[in-house]
């Protein structure tokens, strides 16, 4: 990332206050507001707006962040897994063979910007067509509090092997190889050590932040040193420290700064070229290759024995096109592969399709729901890991999301349901270590809508439920799931606000617990039973 004094043009402000008014109407709609975002962009390009110098430090920012945070979550052994390797590699040369073969039929014709292209050209749209947005998904999947679910791991360890691929092409395509001195980079393994000395001295508050922040920059600046895209020394520095036990807290605590400097990504995005009707045409032609390479990512996963739900799932957290088609469309136009108007079409495909995927997500089980029959045939006998069926017949309290506010709930119940209790925990790790300790917790995902066909007797004499998922759209997904397989027992989950208690029990949650209100009530309580005491 290269140094540079930033100063704020007058119209900046203008440009993020328009940013904010479009999120919000968006929200409203019940859509993510980054929808919003990437309309703003566009109004902005349409009034003749350009970006700045601070707008482009800004998404620069947003993405370093974004991928430091991936990097957090990420577990090396989950990218050596044959589903995300496996998947990712097939899926890119399929996608690329595909799209190169229609964009090279099509070049017989005579619609402009198509007609002529050779087939290297060809080959070169289709690869840039065969990636997903890593920034796009991970936001999603952040929101959906499914980052760490099985559907989540899987498209985040597919995306990073396209990432790998994207730093291997840009490399090439410049004739610009690492520096000989990428390997001193090995040194970061032993240096862990002192990383995770330092995270355990700066305590929880602000020095967290600047520690996290810090690392991101630090690692995305040494990388590109030595000739390696910034992007992957981000990514690289988090997962040197994923296994910390402070690296969840890390992660949310950078969640604030992320989503703000994400906005200058999607807004850069709108404005980063202004198409005309052939663009325009041509991209929404690329859009309708959309569905194909969702359908090819369902298909293969399939294929390596994920469970259909899964399957459906992750594929629709990669149902888009990447910014990486940006990044190509600037390369060919410098060097005189693709004309320069083909950076507009990437720039409307890669809008229009996170437009398509952020509506495909929220509608996304319902689609299942409508559809399972036929997408049931399409599963392997074979189970994975975290995907078997699961005997829980006698079990009659049943807690979804085993963090801090689960285990404690788990325990506090454990006296009276002794032998009738499990929790369910969404990250397969947790799980292990959880079991490790003597709970009876099992890997799951009570939003999805398969978990319920894992556990067949589950609901049968099933009293109680606690939802303690780390998000409020989370523990809503799964009351909707439960009210779907027509569970009439008491349901009760957490809140951190008022909105979200009145959203739990407008849909039947019995009962609601106001993590902040209670946790303040419940200090008191205690202190008055210390004061009676004394």
Same mark, same amino acid.
């Given at each position: 990332?290269?140094?540079?004094?930033? +100063?704020?043009?007058?119209?900046?402000?203008?440009?993020?206050?328009?940013?904010?008014?479009?999120?919000?109407?968006?929200?409203?709609?019940?859509?993510?507001? &980054?929808?919003?975002?990437?309309?703003?962009?566009?109004?902005?390009?349409?009034?003749?707006?350009?970006?700045?110098?601070?707008?482009?430090?800004?998404?620069?920012?947003?993405?370093?962040?974004?991928?430091? /945070?991936?990097?957090?979550?990420?577990?090396?052994?989950?990218?050596?897994?044959?589903?995300?390797?496996?998947?990712? +590699?097939?899926?890119?040369?399929? @996608?690329?063979?595909?799209?190169?073969?229609?964009?090279?039929?099509? /070049?017989?014709?005579?619609?402009?910007?198509? /007609?002529?292209?050779?087939?290297?050209?060809?080959?070169?749209?289709?690869?840039?067509? /065969?990636?997903? +947005?890593?920034?796009?998904?991970?936001?999603?999947?952040?929101?959906?509090?499914?980052?760490?679910?099985?559907?989540?791991?899987?498209?985040?360890?597919?995306?990073?092997?396209?990432?790998?691929?994207?730093?291997?092409?840009?490399?090439?395509?410049?004739?610009?190889?690492?520096?000989?001195?990428?390997?001193?980079?090995?040194?970061?393994?032993?240096?862990?050590?002192?990383?995770?000395?330092? *995270?355990?001295?700066?305590?929880?508050?602000?020095?967290?932040?600047?520690?996290?922040?810090? *690392?991101?920059?630090?690692?995305?600046?040494?990388?590109?040193?030595?000739?390696?895209?910034?992007? @992957?020394?981000?990514?690289?520095?988090?997962?040197?420290?994923?296994?910390?036990?402070?690296?969840?807290?890390?992660?949310?605590?950078?969640?604030?700064?992320?989503?703000?400097?994400?906005?200058?990504?999607? &807004?850069?995005?709108?404005?980063?070229?202004?198409?005309?009707?052939?663009?325009?045409?041509?991209?929404?032609?690329?859009?309708?290759?959309?569905?194909?390479?969702?359908?090819?990512?369902?298909?293969?996963?399939? &294929?390596?024995?994920?469970?259909?739900?899964?399957?459906?799932?992750? +594929?629709?957290? *990669?149902?888009?096109?990447?910014?990486?088609?940006?990044?190509?469309?600037?390369?060919?136009?410098?060097?005189?592969?693709?004309?320069?108007?083909?950076?507009?079409?990437?720039?409307?495909?890669?809008?229009?399709?996170?437009?398509?995927?952020?509506?495909?997500?929220?509608?996304?089980?319902?689609?299942?729901?409508?559809?399972?029959?036929?997408?049931?045939?399409?599963?392997?006998?074979?189970?994975?890991?975290?995907?078997?069926?699961?005997?829980?017949?006698?079990?009659?309290?049943? @807690?979804?999301?085993?963090?801090?506010?689960?285990?404690?709930?788990?325990?506090?119940?454990?006296?009276?349901?002794?032998?009738?209790?499990?929790? @369910?925990?969404?990250?397969?790790?947790?799980?292990?270590?959880?079991?490790?300790?003597?709970?009876?917790?099992?890997?799951?995902?009570?939003?999805?809508?398969?978990?319920?066909?894992?556990?067949?007797?589950?609901?049968?004499?099933?009293?109680?439920?606690?939802?303690?998922?780390?998000?409020?759209?989370?523990?809503?997904?799964?009351? &909707?799931?439960?009210?779907?397989?027509?569970?009439?027992?008491?349901?009760?989950?957490?809140?951190?606000?008022?909105?979200?208690?009145?959203?739990?029990?407008?849909?039947?949650?019995?009962?609601?617990?106001?993590?902040?209100?209670?946790?303040?009530?419940?200090?008191?309580?205690?202190?008055?039973?210390?004061?009676?005491?004394?």
């Amino acid at each position: 990332m290269d140094p540079q004094l930033l +100063s704020i043009h007058y119209s900046d402000p203008l440009w993020i206050a328009i940013a904010f008014l479009c999120g919000l109407i968006i929200k409203m709609l019940g859509l993510p507001p &980054l929808i919003g975002f990437l309309a703003a962009g566009f109004i902005l390009n349409v009034l003749g707006a350009e970006g700045g110098e601070f707008l482009n430090a800004m998404a620069d920012l947003g993405i370093t962040l974004l991928l430091f /945070s991936v990097g957090l979550k990420l577990k090396l052994k989950a990218l050596v897994r044959p589903e995300v390797w496996g998947v990712a +590699s097939l899926h890119m040369t399929i @996608v690329t063979l595909l799209v190169g073969a229609m964009i090279l039929l099509l /070049s017989y014709s005579s619609i402009p910007l198509l /007609s002529g292209l050779d087939l290297e050209s060809a080959l070169l749209i289709g690869f840039a067509m /065969s990636f997903s +947005s890593t920034v796009f998904a991970v936001k999603i999947l952040d929101e959906l509090g499914a980052a760490n679910a099985k559907n989540g791991q899987i498209a985040i360890g597919v995306l990073v092997v396209q990432d790998i691929a994207a730093v291997v092409f840009i490399a090439l395509s410049m004739g610009k190889l690492p520096s000989p001195w990428a390997l001193a980079l090995l040194a970061l393994i032993p240096l862990r050590f002192l990383l995770y000395q330092l *995270l355990n001295r700066v305590g929880h508050g602000e020095l967290l932040i600047l520690f996290g922040i810090t *690392l991101a920059l630090l690692g995305a600046d040494i990388f590109e040193l030595v000739g390696i895209k910034e992007d @992957v020394g981000a990514l690289v520095l988090g997962m040197l420290i994923a296994n910390h036990p402070k690296s969840n807290e890390l992660s949310k605590a950078l969640l604030g700064f992320k989503e703000l400097f994400l906005v200058g990504f999607f &807004l850069s995005v709108g404005m980063t070229a202004m198409p005309g009707w052939v663009e325009i045409l041509i991209a929404l032609l690329l859009i309708l290759f959309l569905p194909l390479k969702v359908a090819l990512y369902f298909g293969l996963f399939n &294929l390596f024995s994920l469970r259909s739900s899964t399957s459906w799932r992750t +594929s629709l957290n *990669l149902a888009n096109y990447s910014e990486f088609g940006l990044i190509v469309g600037a390369i060919a136009a410098s060097t005189g592969w693709l004309s320069n108007e083909w950076l507009a079409v990437f720039a409307i495909v890669l809008t229009f399709s996170f437009i398509l995927s952020a509506h495909l997500v929220n509608i996304r089980d319902s689609l299942y729901h409508l559809w399972r029959p036929k997408l049931k045939r399409f599963e392997r006998p074979r189970r994975l890991l975290g995907e078997e069926n699961l005997d829980l017949g006698y079990i009659k309290v049943v @807690v979804f999301g085993m963090g801090r506010m689960g285990t404690a709930a788990y325990n506090a119940m454990h006296c009276d349901y002794e032998g009738h209790l499990v929790g @369910v925990e969404i990250d397969q790790d947790k799980t292990l270590r959880h079991r490790a300790s003597g709970l009876n917790v099992v890997s799951g995902d009570a939003t999805n809508p398969d978990f319920w066909t894992r556990v067949p007797e589950l609901l049968d004499g099933l009293e109680w439920v606690l939802l303690t998922l780390p998000t409020h759209k989370a523990n809503m997904n799964a009351a &909707l799931r439960l009210k779907e397989m027509g569970y009439l027992g008491n349901i009760a989950a957490t809140a951190k606000y008022p909105d979200e208690e009145d959203d739990l029990k407008a849909i039947g949650v019995e009962h609601t617990f106001n993590i902040y209100k209670e946790a303040g009530l419940g200090f008191a309580n205690e202190i008055q039973t210390f004061v009676v005491q004394k």
